[in-house]
């Protein structure tokens, strides 16, 4: 299996740490940089390509449906998936009208692993604790 790279988009330094060493963790994953806004998250993908983006729902000055957009116009063939606090089909529906490829739940680590590897085999994702409530 190839490495896939990854940027964390994520404002919460202890969860973003945890989540990245969890990512490290696996052999078939890297985590090539954690941005924790939107602008410093385009600034890095100016510079260094990357498999797929996690973004959180919850950003300083740009949130990640909002970023979600921008990102898929600035590069169509980008993976994005949201990392997310809410239970709610609602906040899973708007991400992927936003071009969101999943939606994953911040507290579920077998699902954010199981969305990661859905995502990048091309299929969407979202959280089958969101999907139960449907």
Same mark, same amino acid.
């Given at each position: ?17 945890? @989540?990245?060493?969890? =990512?490290? !963790? ?5 985590? +090539?940089?954690? #941005?924790?806004? $939107? ?39 980008? @993976?994005?998936?949201? =990392?997310? !606090? ?5 906040? +899973?529906?708007? #991400?992927?009208? $936003? ?36």
């Amino acid at each position: 299996m190839s490495i896939s790279s990854i940027l964390l988009v994520e404002d919460h330094a202890d969860f973003a740490k945890a @989540l990245a060493h969890i =990512l490290e !963790g696996k052999e078939y994953l890297n985590v +090539a940089a954690i #941005a924790t806004n $939107a602008e410093m998250a385009l600034e890095h993908l100016s510079r260094q390509k990357v498999d797929l983006v996690l973004v959180d729902v919850s950003l300083p000055d740009m949130n990640g449906i909002n970023l979600i957009p921008l990102l898929r116009q600035k590069y169509p063939a980008l @993976l994005c998936a949201m =990392l997310s !606090g809410h239970l709610s089909p609602e906040f +899973a529906q708007r #991400a992927l009208d $936003a071009g969101a490829h999943g939606y994953l739940l911040k507290d579920d680590v077998e699902g954010i692993l199981e969305g990661i590897q859905q995502i990048l085999k091309g299929e969407i994702y979202v959280s089958k604790e969101v999907r139960a409530l449907e």
